[in-house]
């Protein structure tokens, strides 16, 4: 089967680009760490009220960044396909599937944050449920990316052949990561406190789970695409 090693790159490359627009976005709307879910309704209007400009510019910027995360979930596939073999390859189809899913809980608050700051004359309460139901979506939205991490982990320790895709370490490390996914769920019951969603499990332990997953990520299956093996079975450079 022939692989086109350049455009693999392209993908596996465009995590990178990912976590450095999401970050900037977020320093940008200075939500780092988020708003506290405890603000009252006048105080979560005046936010965006204030921070207008902002916060538009960091959702572009997120929404952006969240669209990087296919071509990366591609690169994954195609390496993933190497080890499930040509006939049937349902662990990298899930890959793809639950991928789609951590974009849209990316993208629907990212939509959701430009809809507060674009009519800043909403009433308050409208403008706090809207807010409510990013932040919801953006650290409670937490199955797609657990389910993702696992199936990659998963194929990373079943192999087929004798060939090694991924490192079996790198299995491991997935099955690992997912548990720091698990604060997520707990947003919808704390206002404030670690379990918030500006807490330490909520947020910054998963935010450091889920970048490092896609760092670790991007550097073995740029590995996994440069490897003797893959260039050796019919690829092809532009």
């Not at 204030?50 to 960044?65: E, S, T, V, Y």
């Not at 704390?190 to 991007?218: C, D, E, K, Q, R």
């Amino acid at each position: 089967m022939q692989r086109n090693i350049t455009a693999q790159l392209i993908c596996v490359h465009a995590a990178l680009a990912m976590a450095v627009l999401m970050g900037v976005a977020l320093l940008l709307a200075g939500w780092v760490p988020p708003p506290s879910p405890a603000m009252s309704a006048l105080e979560t209007a005046q936010m965006y009220t204030g921070g207008g400009n902002k916060i538009r510019f960091a959702a572009l910027l997120m929404m952006l960044g969240a669209t990087l995360f296919w071509p990366f979930a591609v690169a994954i596939s195609i390496q993933m396909k190497r080890i499930e073999g040509p006939v049937s390859q349902p662990l990298a189809g899930v890959q793809m599937a639950c991928a789609t899913g951590t974009v849209m809980a990316i993208i629907i608050p990212s939509a959701l944050w430009l809809v507060c700051a674009f009519r800043p004359e909403r009433s308050a309460e409208v403008v706090q449920a809207l807010n409510d139901l990013s932040w919801m979506f953006f650290i409670g939205a937490v199955p797609p990316a657990l389910i993702q991490v696992l199936v990659v982990g998963l194929c990373a320790l079943y192999r087929q052949g004798a060939e090694e895709v991924f490192p079996r370490w790198y299995g491991f490390f997935c099955l690992w990561t997912a548990t720091g996914f698990v604060g997520g769920e707990t947003v919808g019951f704390f206002h404030t406190g670690p379990f918030a969603w500006n807490g330490i499990f909520a947020f910054w332990m998963a935010a450091v789970f889920f970048f490092g997953w896609i760092l670790v990520t991007w550097w073995v299956v740029m590995h996994a695409i440069r490897s003797p093996a893959a260039e050796t079975s019919g690829a092809v450079s532009l």
